[in-house]
């Protein structure tokens, strides 16, 4: 019994690191909302979703898939339990997504978009402060914080017991900027924090398909708790 309490005390020692999460995308890009039906115990394309795609023989715009513990073609390893792959189909309005197998994102003509290859920079959505520009220098992405920011040492490792860290504590609004260049309209995404070290970072969250004029926000922003899932339909070049 000694050992459990001592154990609950070390818990409430760590530092506290859950990140609030953005609330829902306002602005003057136009945006849709995307269905997104997971079965029981398969794996969600929000927050963290692999990027892949097909090129078309033709010339045309390639195709995109989504892939959600998908290894791929490239990588000669088992797919995760669970996994599930999408096609993103073009609409009218934006697109929707189509359960396809994930068999389908093995084959040799689907391919991984790497770091290297993706059109947003890893650096996208990453850091708590920053901005960055799509590699088609159409997107800018900028998060900005408004605010008080408070220095401590706070425990390190799991428990906090491990020695001391510098850490920063926020109380304040992050705002994240997402602004279609070539027409100016712009979203923008608020996370409130109150004195928190954690932070939003969903970089993987934040799909941009140049070739179709589209952008995918799966699990960028939250509602009650759930991510959402929306398509940004971009003005024409």
């Known amino acids: 019994?000694?050992?459990?309490?001592?154990?609950?005390?070390?818990?409430?020692?760590a530092p506290a690191v859950q990140a609030a999460g953005f609330g829902p995308p306002e602005g003057t890009l136009?945006?849709?909302?995307?269905?997104?039906?997971?079965?029981a115990g398969a794996l969600s394309p929000l927050r963290s979703a692999s990027l892949f795609r097909e090129e078309s023989s033709t010339g045309a715009a390639p195709t995109y898939y989504l892939g959600a513990g998908?290894?791929?073609?490239?990588?000669?390893i088992p797919d995760s339990p669970g996994a599930t792959a999408w096609q993103v189909v073009p609409t009218a309005d934006c697109v929707r997504l189509e359960p396809v197998p994930p068999a389908l994102l093995h084959t040799p003509s689907v391919q991984a978009v790497l770091?290297?290859?993706?059109?947003?920079?890893?650096?996208?959505?990453?850091?708590?402060e920053g901005s960055c520009t799509s590699r088609d220098d159409k997107l800018?992405?900028?998060?900005?914080?408004?605010?008080?920011?408070?220095?401590?040492?706070?425990?390190?490792?799991?428990?906090?017991?491990?020695?001391?860290i510098d850490t920063?504590?926020?109380?304040?609004?992050?705002?994240?900027?997402?602004?279609?260049?070539?027409?100016?309209?712009?979203?923008?995404?608020?996370?409130?924090?109150?004195?928190?070290?954690?932070?939003?970072?969903?970089?993987?969250?934040?799909?941009?398909l140049p070739e179709l004029q589209r952008l995918l926000l799966l699990g960028a922003?939250?509602?009650q708790g759930m991510p959402l899932a929306q398509c940004v339909a971009l003005p024409p070049r």
């Open 168 to 208: 920063t504590f926020y109380t304040g609004v992050r705002t994240l900027s997402i602004e279609h260049l070539p027409s100016r309209l712009v979203l923008r995404l608020q996370e409130r924090l109150n004195n928190s070290n954690g932070y939003s970072a969903p970089q993987t969250a934040i799909r941009y």
């Open 30 to 39: 136009p945006l849709h909302p995307l269905t997104v039906t997971v079965p």
């Open 70 to 76: 998908v290894a791929g073609s490239r990588l000669q």
């Open 140 to 164: 800018r992405i900028t998060t900005t914080f408004e605010g008080r920011r408070r220095a401590a040492r706070v425990g390190g490792g799991f428990f906090g017991t491990e020695g001391t």
């Open 1 to 13: 019994m000694r050992s459990a309490r001592t154990i609950w005390l070390w818990v409430l020692a």
């Open 221 to 223: 922003s939250e509602a």
């Open 115 to 128: 770091v290297q290859q993706n059109p947003l920079p890893m650096e996208c959505a990453a850091a708590f």
